[in-house]
C-alpha cells in the first residue's frame, strides 16, 4: 500500500513511442502531455489524468491495491477506445514497479510489462514494453519521463 503516493500531484511529462510496434522498427515520437495524479483509499487506489495536448487522444489511470495478495491492478482509459479490461498486475520490490499482463496488440496475443521506475520526489520514469513470444524477449515501445511540477 502506498507505494504510488510518490505520484501524487502535476507532472510534465516528456513521452517517447515507437510508431511500429512488433515489427522491429526504431523510429520513434516524442510528444508532450501533462499528468496530474490523485491518492485514495488511504494510499491503497491511485487515480491520474494524462493531456496529450499534440495527439488525438488523452488518457487516465486507476490502480488498486489488493492487500490480500500485496498487488496492484492498474487499469488504462483511452479517451478514443475507452478502458482497457485487462489490468497489468504486479508490485513494488527495492524501489521499482513491475506489472504484467496478458492481452493482444492488433489480434496478435502479447505479454505486457509495465516498470516504474527512477522515483524520486521530483521525477520518475514508466515504461511500457510488449513480448510477441511468451516473455522470453521484450520489445519497450513507450516510455514517459515526468518532473514535477510546482
Sequence with gaps: MNDF?????????ANRRLLKRGVGSEEWEEFPGRCVAYG???GAGSFDTLTLPTKDFDGATVRTYDAERDEWSIYWVNS???LDPVPVVGRFVDGV?????????????????FIWSGITSDSCHWEQAFSY?????????????STRVG
Aim: net charge negative; aromatic share 18%; no cysteine.
Design 97 to 113: 514497479g513491475t506489472f504484467y499482463a496478458d492481452d493482444t496488440d492488433d489480434g496478435r496475443p502479447i505479454r505486457v510489462r
Design 80 to 82: 478514443r477506445r475507452g
Design 133 to 145: 513470444d511468451g516473455g522470453q524477449t521484450w520489445e519497450t515501445n513507450w516510455t514517459m519521463d
Design 5 to 13: 503516493d510518490f505520484l501524487v500531484g502535476r507532472w510534465d511529462v
Design 40 to 42: 485514495f483509499f488511504d
